[in-house]
């Protein structure tokens, strides 16, 4: 199985900030990684797609970015609707797996 | 806009088996994948399998001797059955749909929590 191991497991943050949130998959899925916003108690909510592909209705503030094995999720300006956890998923192969999460909390 | 809704019993004993469904709301489970996805309480998210609108399936190894996915196309929903379940069979389990244009999930359901429990 594909491991992805996301860096950090928690980050505090305040509104404005840049923050980015970086997966880190075992071997290569060339861009084959998605981005997903999950709040307490609610579905996730698809980000990103393809590494860098926003999904549609997705604030411009969020991006994308990385190719093999490094990706990055980068907030550019904190909003106060983005505190929240943030997986990211391969889809290269089978099984499908998730990092286990980046809590991001205010500070 | 389509619309995904898990259902099923919330309680499930030890042994025996969890059965949920997923109906798909405001579009057609054709010709796309479905997948199940469950999240085990302060867990990461862990995929379990896949169903295409044929029948064809693909699971996740470690769960595969114990789960089937069914679809049925004319009530426009799948299934998921997962047998001998034990205490880390605790989760929400969420339904979810693979995007044809992008190959990730793109729309997904609010969820169902199931509880093993004796």
């Known amino acids: 199985d594909i491991q992805m191991t996301q860096s950090p497991s928690s980050l505090s943050a305040s509104v404005g900030d840049r923050v980015t949130i970086t997966c880190r998959a075992s071997q290569g899925i060339s861009n084959y990684l998605a981005w997903f916003q999950q709040k307490p108690g609610k579905a996730p909510k698809s980000l990103i797609y393809?590494?860098?592909s926003l999904q549609s209705g997705v604030p411009s503030r969020f991006s994308g970015s990385g190719s093999g094995t490094d990706f990055t999720l980068t907030i550019s300006s904190l909003q106060p609707e983005d505190f929240a956890t943030y997986f990211c998923?391969?889809?290269?192969?089978?099984?499908?797996?998730f990092g286990q999460g980046t809590r991001l909390e205010t500070k | 806009q389509v619309q995904l809704q898990e259902s099923g019993p919330g309680l499930v004993k030890p042994s025996e088996t969890l059965s949920l469904t997923c109906t798909v709301s405001g579009g057609s489970i054709s010709p796309y994948y479905w997948s199940w996805i469950r999240q085990a309480p302060g867990k990461g998210l862990e995929w379990i399998g896949y169903?295409?609108?044929?029948?064809?399936?693909n699971y996740n190894p470690s769960l595969k001797s114990r789960v089937t996915i069914t679809v049925d196309t004319s009530k426009n929903q799948f299934s998921l059955k997962l047998t001998s379940v034990i205490a880390a069979d605790t989760a929400v389990y969420y339904c979810a749909r693979k995007s044809h244009s992008s190959g990730a999930f793109d729309v997904w359901g609010q969820g169902t929590m199931v509880i093993v429990f004796s």
């Open positions: 998923q391969h889809y290269d192969s089978y099984p499908i797996t």
């Open positions: 169903i295409f609108y044929n029948g064809n399936t």
């Open positions: 393809a590494a860098s």
